[in-house]
Protein backbone atom coordinates (compact mmCIF):
# COMPACT_ATOMS: atom_id res chain seq x y z
CA UNK A 1 0.00 0.00 0.00
CA UNK A 2 1.27 3.54 -1.16
CA UNK A 3 1.05 6.90 0.89
CA UNK A 4 2.16 9.26 3.09
CA UNK A 5 4.07 9.30 6.48
CA UNK A 6 1.41 7.41 9.23
CA UNK A 7 0.29 8.74 11.65
CA UNK A 8 1.72 7.53 15.26
CA UNK A 9 -1.21 7.11 17.37
CA UNK A 10 -0.15 7.49 21.48
CA UNK A 11 -2.59 5.87 23.95
CA UNK A 12 -5.28 8.69 25.38
CA UNK A 13 -7.31 6.06 27.63
CA UNK A 14 -7.59 6.08 31.16
CA UNK A 15 -4.16 6.59 33.21
CA UNK A 16 -5.52 3.80 35.62
CA UNK A 17 -5.20 1.07 32.41
CA UNK A 18 -1.87 2.21 31.24
CA UNK A 19 -0.93 1.45 34.38
CA UNK A 20 -1.75 -1.96 34.79
CA UNK A 21 0.63 -2.48 31.49
CA UNK A 22 3.24 -4.83 32.46
CA UNK A 23 6.50 -6.04 30.48
CA UNK A 24 5.69 -9.51 28.53
CA UNK A 25 1.93 -9.01 29.08
CA UNK A 26 1.59 -8.23 25.66
CA UNK A 27 -0.51 -9.97 22.55
CA UNK A 28 0.59 -12.02 20.01
CA UNK A 29 2.38 -11.06 16.81
CA UNK A 30 0.44 -12.51 14.01
CA UNK A 31 2.78 -12.44 10.83
CA UNK A 32 1.73 -15.36 8.94
CA UNK A 33 -1.64 -17.55 8.09
CA UNK A 34 0.52 -20.29 10.95
CA UNK A 35 0.85 -17.27 13.30
CA UNK A 36 -3.15 -17.28 13.61
CA UNK A 37 -3.79 -20.45 13.85
CA UNK A 38 -1.56 -21.43 16.63
CA UNK A 39 -3.16 -18.41 18.47
CA UNK A 40 -7.04 -19.19 17.52
CA UNK A 41 -6.45 -22.89 18.40
CA UNK A 42 -3.90 -21.43 21.89
CA UNK A 43 -5.04 -20.68 25.31
CA UNK A 44 -6.91 -23.79 26.08
CA UNK A 45 -9.15 -24.21 23.62
CA UNK A 46 -10.68 -22.93 19.97
CA UNK A 47 -11.25 -19.41 20.05
CA UNK A 48 -14.73 -18.47 19.08
CA UNK A 49 -14.75 -16.64 16.16
CA UNK A 50 -17.82 -15.35 16.12
CA UNK A 51 -17.02 -12.33 18.45
CA UNK A 52 -14.34 -9.78 17.18
CA UNK A 53 -10.80 -10.04 18.69
CA UNK A 54 -8.45 -6.56 20.05
CA UNK A 55 -5.59 -5.85 17.59
CA UNK A 56 -3.18 -3.40 17.15
CA UNK A 57 -0.74 -2.77 14.15
CA UNK A 58 2.74 -2.07 16.31
CA UNK A 59 5.15 0.66 14.47
CA UNK A 60 7.07 -2.40 13.42
CA UNK A 61 3.65 -3.02 11.08
CA UNK A 62 2.81 -6.10 12.65
CA UNK A 63 -0.37 -7.34 13.36
CA UNK A 64 -0.69 -7.99 17.09
CA UNK A 65 -4.20 -10.21 18.67
CA UNK A 66 -5.13 -10.32 22.37
CA UNK A 67 -8.61 -11.56 23.33
CA UNK A 68 -11.87 -10.08 22.91
CA UNK A 69 -12.60 -7.84 25.65
CA UNK A 70 -8.53 -7.10 26.35
CA UNK A 71 -7.50 -3.37 26.65
CA UNK A 72 -5.89 -2.15 23.00
CA UNK A 73 -2.98 -0.39 25.24
CA UNK A 74 -2.28 -3.86 26.90
CA UNK A 75 -2.45 -5.38 23.82
CA UNK A 76 0.08 -2.90 22.44
CA UNK A 77 2.78 -2.96 25.61
CA UNK A 78 2.14 0.29 26.50
CA UNK A 79 3.54 1.56 23.53
CA UNK A 80 2.52 3.99 20.60
CA UNK A 81 0.42 1.65 17.51
CA UNK A 82 0.06 3.00 13.83
CA UNK A 83 -3.55 1.39 14.25
CA UNK A 84 -6.33 -0.41 16.63
CA UNK A 85 -9.14 -1.88 16.47
CA UNK A 86 -11.55 -5.40 16.37
CA UNK A 87 -11.25 -8.20 14.19
CA UNK A 88 -13.07 -10.73 13.31
CA UNK A 89 -11.59 -13.80 10.97
CA UNK A 90 -13.92 -16.63 9.20
CA UNK A 91 -12.29 -19.25 6.77
CA UNK A 92 -10.30 -22.51 8.23
CA UNK A 93 -6.42 -23.57 8.95
CA UNK A 94 -4.14 -21.81 6.61
CA UNK A 95 -6.88 -20.29 4.97
CA UNK A 96 -8.05 -17.58 7.50
CA UNK A 97 -9.34 -13.91 6.01
CA UNK A 98 -10.89 -11.06 7.77
CA UNK A 99 -14.51 -11.32 7.98
CA UNK A 100 -14.83 -7.85 10.03
CA UNK A 101 -12.42 -4.85 10.71
CA UNK A 102 -12.88 -2.15 12.37
CA UNK A 103 -10.91 1.30 14.10
CA UNK A 104 -12.77 0.51 17.39
CA UNK A 105 -10.17 1.50 20.21
CA UNK A 106 -11.43 4.31 22.66
CA UNK A 107 -7.59 3.63 24.41
CA UNK A 108 -5.88 4.98 21.21
CA UNK A 109 -8.95 6.23 19.28
CA UNK A 110 -7.76 5.88 15.88
CA UNK A 111 -8.66 8.00 12.46
CA UNK A 112 -10.62 5.79 9.69
CA UNK A 113 -7.19 7.08 7.78
CA UNK A 114 -4.87 4.47 9.97
CA UNK A 115 -6.74 1.77 7.56
CA UNK A 116 -3.39 0.96 4.90
CA UNK A 117 -1.48 0.71 8.22
CA UNK A 118 -4.07 -2.53 8.92
CA UNK A 119 -3.90 -3.52 5.16
CA UNK A 120 -0.13 -3.55 4.97
CA UNK A 121 0.10 -6.22 8.43
CA UNK A 122 -2.77 -8.40 7.58
CA UNK A 123 -1.21 -8.45 4.01
CA UNK A 124 2.46 -9.41 5.50
CA UNK A 125 0.88 -11.91 7.34
CA UNK A 126 -1.03 -13.35 4.18
CA UNK A 127 -4.80 -12.70 5.74
CA UNK A 128 -7.31 -11.25 2.53
CA UNK A 129 -9.23 -8.50 4.42
CA UNK A 130 -12.34 -6.54 2.99
CA UNK A 131 -10.44 -3.86 1.55
CA UNK A 132 -11.31 -1.01 3.82
CA UNK A 133 -12.71 -1.21 7.47
CA UNK A 134 -15.95 -2.44 7.68
CA UNK A 135 -17.33 -0.44 10.96
CA UNK A 136 -15.72 3.26 11.03
CA UNK A 137 -15.78 5.24 13.93
CA UNK A 138 -15.16 8.86 13.92
CA UNK A 139 -13.30 10.29 17.19
CA UNK A 140 -13.00 13.46 18.53
CA UNK A 141 -11.91 14.98 21.78
CA UNK A 142 -13.75 17.54 22.91
CA UNK A 143 -12.16 21.19 23.08
CA UNK A 144 -14.22 22.23 25.68
CA UNK A 145 -14.32 19.27 28.51
CA UNK A 146 -11.82 16.88 26.83
CA UNK A 147 -14.02 14.19 26.82
CA UNK A 148 -13.21 11.40 24.30
CA UNK A 149 -16.60 11.30 21.77
CA UNK A 150 -17.42 8.86 19.10
CA UNK A 151 -19.07 11.44 16.64
CA UNK A 152 -22.55 8.92 15.43
CA UNK A 153 -24.99 10.16 12.55
CA UNK A 154 -22.85 13.35 11.50
CA UNK A 155 -23.82 15.04 15.08
CA UNK A 156 -20.72 16.90 16.30
CA UNK A 157 -21.42 17.67 19.56
CA UNK A 158 -19.95 16.46 22.97
CA UNK A 159 -21.75 13.66 24.73
CA UNK A 160 -20.45 15.26 28.14
CA UNK A 161 -20.46 19.19 28.35
CA UNK A 162 -22.20 20.06 24.54
CA UNK A 163 -19.47 22.06 22.78
CA UNK A 164 -18.83 21.60 19.08
CA UNK A 165 -16.68 19.18 17.78
CA UNK A 166 -14.09 19.68 15.24
CA UNK A 167 -14.46 18.60 12.05
CA UNK A 168 -10.86 16.58 11.67
CA UNK A 169 -9.57 14.11 13.58
CA UNK A 170 -8.33 16.05 17.13
CA UNK A 171 -6.69 13.58 19.64
CA UNK A 172 -2.50 15.19 18.51
CA UNK A 173 -3.75 18.76 19.63
CA UNK A 174 -2.64 17.69 23.02
CA UNK A 175 0.60 17.12 23.74
ZN1 LIG B 1 -17.23 18.32 26.18
Redesign the pocket.
Known amino acids: MAGGPRRRYRYVGPAELSDEVRPGGEAVVIGCQADLDRWLKGRGGVQDLDEPFTFVVGLDGLLRLAPRRSEHVACAGGRDVLAAGEVRFAGTAGEWSVAQVSNQSTGYCPDPDCWPAVAGALERAGLPHPGDFTDKLLFRR?P??G?RNVVKDRYFF?D??G?MLPEHWNFDCWA
Open positions: CGCECLCA
